[in-house]
């Protein structure tokens, strides 16, 4: 990854301070935890736990239930690091059958909502039993500890109990966003060698129907690796079926045997692998393993987010992307919490359709992104005020640095001016929240605030030194953590350049300052990855994309800010000869683009050209025409070709 970022230093400051209130301080986890170290601050306990990172984690770890105990708390080889090594585990042990000896047996799991208004309630008892029946099935069908299984399914429960049916076999998991096109689906069933597909006739959003049986048919034209397509009935259309291939999913899970054990595996067994976009076209396989990421998500979830026994908790996010795995399905599980899952659009019927559901459940925790708090913040105050938000005590947020106003926003109209708000930093690749207040932490509106426990994070320079507060530099982790990533799948090349862009420390790709308080403020991305309403696409992917069009000769896409969606997607396009530009072939391009990666990857404004900025080795300089875009001053262009 090319460093390119020059410093921005900090001219806007905030200043405005929120202390927490007593009795949020109280009641807090992480206030008992301190305690029971013999701490009375956060400062020291946090220093105690990166002096004694192994001392930290272990102990968070025996809180868990292990088959067979490690030998060795950590092996770091850099830039490859194991955790727990020689313990056996599985997560689905901890998330679900763990909790059948005790109280949290017959709590609910999830509340399921669909956009129609469907219901379902899923107590860990039921969640248990659906998801033996399912990893008996599924291991009748063939599936094995190790196999890839691909979940394309949209929010519903089976979507939660195909995960934990395939972790319980110890095969792995690569869930697929549902509103991801054929080819992107292609690409990572091919990328995974998938077994197996398990996916829906199609799902509803924004009250329409969104048909997706032959995606995974086109999908996987060509493929060879798959041998069954396990398809859920959600909309009960009528669908193309490949007999011998394709199987229904209530039928194969009512062949399943009410109880299927758990496998036990190694702490570094994978337990999923999840694409997420890189700078180059390809997406990368994010691999994390049972032990160490089981650990991660269950310690962040109950300090952080405070997870209590009464705690009503959503998570707004799809396991499509790794809020989801983290945050709605493993982290809340493995602490026996009671969720709220729902299918459809923040705004549909209307925009009160969150509040609703949070005055329905009583909602205590609410998590969800920037670009919806945003989103929801210009349909006005009406639709908050009314509705019922007295339950919710904690907030969150992730996905994209929060403009102070959305913050301020949040608090006020959402969290009744007194709802402390927690935004996380972490990423796909750390599996678990890094950077992030807990209930005790005094909160600057747009700061992440500091490291987790365990966790050193630092802004340094490109040699790596630090630099002083308030200056702009890169964000690094110093030391590695039990939720890392361990490699990127079939690539491990591509998972060095996290350890060796800076030497000796994890470069996350964001840039950041600290203030004088050593509070973090995270910038954004240094490369070309673009996040539009917290996703992350590759300027690359769309590019190809674009070009695989036979109007289009080339392409470069770059990301301005956006004041709903964080970023929108502009796109420059060189025609073909006999191509005519013009607002039709324009909107034919954007469909193009609809078709082959999916809606979000469709650019706001697609702008043709006659000559694109390129290097002496032909990259495009996106970072050129950003700054041309947006007016900022061009910088460093010696290596430009023309
Ligand atoms: C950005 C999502 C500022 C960041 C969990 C990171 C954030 C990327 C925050 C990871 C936050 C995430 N403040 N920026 N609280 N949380 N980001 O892999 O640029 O989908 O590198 O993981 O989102 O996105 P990913």
């Known amino acids: 990854m090319a460093l390119q970022f020059e410093h921005t230093d900090r001219f806007l400051k905030e200043t405005r301070l929120y202390e927490p209130d007593d009795s949020t301080v109280s009641r807090a986890n992480i206030t008992a935890y301190m305690r029971s170290k013999g701490f009375s601050t956060w400062d020291e306990l946090y220093r105690w736990s990166v002096a004694n990172p192994e001392e930290f984690w272990s102990e968070m770890a025996r809180e868990l239930e292990w088959m067979k105990p490690w030998k060795t708390v950590r092996r770091w080889e850099p830039p490859y690091v194991q955790w727990f090594v020689g313990a056996q585990c599985n997560i689905v042990h901890n998330a679900l059958d763990r909790h059948m000896r005790t109280p949290v047996r017959n709590k609910v799991a999830f509340y399921w909502e669909g956009e129609d208004g469907a219901r379902r309630t899923l107590s860990y008892a039921d969640l248990y039993q659906e998801v033996n029946r399912a990893a008996s099935a599924l291991s009748k069908l063939g599936i094995t500890k190790g196999d890839r299984v691909i979940i394309y399914l949209p929010r519903i429960p089976e979507q939660i109990i195909s995960m934990l049916a395939v972790a319980r076999l110890g095969a792995v998991h690569s869930v697929v966003y549902s509103a991801f096109s054929a080819p992107a689906l292609r690409d990572r069933i091919n990328d995974a060698q998938a077994k197996a597909v398990i996916a829906c006739d199609g799902y509803y959003y924004q009250g329409k129907l969104v048909e997706r049986k032959s995606v995974v048919d086109e999908a996987l034209r060509d493929n060879d690796t798959v041998e069954h397509v396990i398809v859920v009935r959600?909309?009960?259309?009528?669908?193309?079926?490949?007999?011998?291939?394709?199987?229904?999913?209530?039928?194969?899970?009512?062949?399943?045997?009410?109880?299927?054990?758990?496998?036990?595996?190694?702490?570094?067994?994978?337990?999923?692998?999840?694409?997420?976009?890189?700078?180059?076209?390809?997406?990368?396989?994010?691999?994390?393993?049972?032990?160490?990421?089981?650990?991660?998500?269950?310690?962040?979830?109950?300090?952080?987010?405070?997870?209590?026994?009464?705690?009503?908790?959503?998570?707004t996010a799809d396991p499509g992307w790794v809020t989801g795995h983290s945050y709605i399905v493993y982290g809340p599980l493995i602490n026996g919490v009671t969720s709220v899952f729902y299918e459809g659009a923040p705004t549909y019927p209307d925009p009160g359709r969150f509040w609703s559901i949070v005055q329905r459940y009583g909602v205590t925790i609410f998590y969800t992104a920037p670009t919806a708090i945003r989103g929801l913040m210009r349909h006005g105050d009406q639709w908050p005020a009314q509705y019922d938000l007295s339950s919710l005590r904690l907030l969150g947020s992730v996905g994209e640095p929060i403009n102070p106003e959305a913050w301020v926003w949040y608090r006020e109209k959402i969290g009744r001016g007194q709802v402390p708000i927690m935004d996380t930093w972490w990423q796909?690749?750390?599996?678990?929240i890094l950077i992030t207040p807990t209930p005790i932490t005094p909160l600057k509106p747009g700061s992440a605030t500091r490291p987790f426990l365990g966790i050193e994070a630092d802004v340094v320079d490109r040699s790596g030194q630090p630099v002083d507060a308030n200056r702009g530099g890169y964000l690094v982790i110093k030391q590695p953590w039990p939720s890392m990533m361990r490699t990127i799948f079939n690539d491990p090349k591509r998972y060095e350049v996290y350890w060796n862009t800076i030497p000796g420390m994890y470069f996350a790709g964001d840039a950041a300052h600290k203030d004088e308080d050593g509070y973090f403020w995270i910038q954004g991305r240094v490369d070309d990855v673009i996040s539009v309403s917290g996703y992350r696409l590759g300027s690359m992917e769309i590019e190809s994309a674009l070009v695989g069009h036979p109007a289009v000769a080339e392409a470069a896409v770059i990301g301005k800010p956006h004041p709903v969606k964080g970023e929108s997607i502009k796109a420059f396009v060189i025609l073909r000869k006999g191509y005519d530009a013009g607002e039709a072939l324009v909107s034919e391009l954007k469909q193009f683009i609809r078709q082959n990666i999916g809606p979000i990857a469709v650019p706001d404004d697609i702008q043709v050209v006659d000559s694109l900025p390129k290097t002496r080795s032909g990259k495009i300089m996106r970072r050129l025409l950003k700054a041309q875009e947006l007016g900022l001053p061009i910088g460093d262009v010696s290596t430009l070709e023309e």
């Open 428 to 432: 796909t690749e750390t599996g678990s």
């Open 234 to 315: 959600r909309t009960g259309t009528d669908i193309p079926w490949q007999a011998g291939r394709d199987v229904d999913w209530a039928e194969l899970v009512a062949s399943g045997a009410d109880r299927h054990p758990v496998e036990p595996v190694d702490s570094e067994h994978p337990l999923f692998i999840l694409y997420t976009s890189g700078t180059t076209g390809k997406p990368k396989g994010v691999v994390h393993t049972h032990g160490g990421y089981m650990v991660g998500v269950y310690t962040t979830a109950r300090f952080v987010f405070d997870v209590q026994p009464d705690d009503i908790f959503w998570c």
